[in-house]
């Protein structure tokens, strides 16, 4: 067990429709990343937040937002959905974004988009 | 940009040595990270190496590092059917870290 909480695990939902995945980082921990893994993209990087704030950004489309709140927890919103977002949803803690990184995963979100 | 590449699959005989290589590009990257998938759960991290070194070893894992050629490979001695799983090579420096798209080790009888 990492100590990263992921809500729901599994999600399956329409095309357009709009969804809301939870994390909760490991205690202490203040930096928050998410990723999308499929079998033709591989492991995706979405976005970073530390500390409540975006601190880095990856491949993450503008249908897509998230936000880490006070409490660190972090949700990531996907909205207008498409059959191409079904994929694994991981959210992964570190302690801080620093140069030595190591980065705690959750176990994931599995979202079907039929 | 910065990128780490990786191939996609590798299928080894248990109880043969398993080698999973791995490019990055990024010469500014400070540690090297191996993590490990295994099926239906989030990666682990397995080993890491810190960039001035170009070895290190940890029980069944050898990690050899070539900075020159920006090349990171993971050696299992004696694979085991327990060692199926995704792995993942990932550079970081400069507050940023960045995966490969993960190998596929699958274990033959």
């Known amino acids: 067990d990492s100590g990263v909480t992921q809500t729901p695990k599994h999600l399956i939902t329409a095309t357009g429709q709009r969804v809301t995945l939870r994390c909760s980082p490991r205690s202490g921990d203040l930096s928050v990343y998410w990723y999308q893994q499929s079998l033709d993209q591989g492991l995706q990087f979405l976005i970073q937040y530390y500390n409540g704030e975006e601190r880095a950004k990856g491949n993450i489309l503008e249908r897509f937002s998230a936000q880490q709140f006070p409490d660190l927890h972090s949700e990531l919103n996907l909205s207008s959905l498409e059959l191409g977002d079904s994929a694994l949803y991981f959210c992964?803690?570190?302690?801080?974004?620093?140069?030595?990184?190591?980065?705690?995963f959750g176990p994931g979100t599995r979202l079907t988009v039929l | 940009g910065e990128d780490v590449e990786q191939s996609l699959f590798l299928s080894v005989r248990e109880g043969d040595s398993s080698v999973i290589n791995c490019t990055y590009t990024?010469?500014?990257?400070?540690?090297l990270y191996w993590y490990k998938q295994e099926p239906g759960a989030g990666l682990q991290l397995l080993t890491y190496i810190f960039s001035n070194m170009d070895m290190k070893q940890d029980q069944r894992l050898t990690v050899l590092l070539n900075k020159k050629d920006k090349h990171l490979s993971l050696r299992i001695a004696d694979t085991q059917t327990g060692d199926s799983a995704i792995y993942f090579c990932?550079?970081?420096?400069?507050?940023?870290?960045?995966f490969g798209k993960g190998t596929r080790l699958h274990i033959l009888p």
């Open positions: 992964a803690s570190s302690i801080d974004g620093g140069q030595y990184n190591e980065q705690f």
């Open positions: 990024d010469s500014s990257s400070t540690y």
């Open positions: 990932a550079e970081s420096g400069n507050d940023k870290i960045i």
